[in-house]
């Protein structure tokens, strides 16, 4: 849970928006947790995963995987039991990734 924490924190300091945690553990062998969040730019999408990245790596975890780095408007990043989406608006509006998740437990975030 510190993990999910430190990624939601460097979210929320990157300026992202609607930055929610979900457990997903019960429901799919994918991972434990789902951390996602909004961006409003492109500029912004890259600044929200380097932060993540940096602080993670501050504790000598990196990503197993990255996807949409360049150019695109979902960047997956892949923590083994944890993975994130970092999403455009527009992106995460269409996908809606806590509908077709609904069974999954949000997790409350303490942001600062």
């Known amino acids: 849970m510190e993990r ?3 990624i939601a924190q460097a979210m929320y300091d ?8 979900l457990d997903i553990s019960e429901i799919t ?14 500029a912004q ?4 995963t380097d932060e993540i990245e940096e602080k993670l790596s501050e504790i ?10 360049n150019g695109g408007t979902w960047i997956l990043m892949d923590y ?8 455009l608006e527009e992106t995460r ?3 809606s990734l806590e509908r ?10 303490e942001l600062k």
């Open 14 to 21: 990157k300026k992202a928006k609607n930055i929610i945690a």
């Open 60 to 69: 000598n975890i990196d990503p197993m995987h990255k996807e949409g780095y």
């Open 29 to 42: 062998s994918l991972g434990d947790y789902f951390v996602i969040c909004s961006c409003s730019s492109d």
């Open 4 to 6: 999910v924490q430190m």
């Open 80 to 87: 083994g039991d944890i993975i994130v989406h970092v999403m």
């Open 45 to 48: 999408l890259r600044a929200c």
């Open 93 to 95: 509006e269409f996908y």
């Open 100 to 109: 077709l998740w609904t069974d999954a437990k949000e997790i409350t975030l």
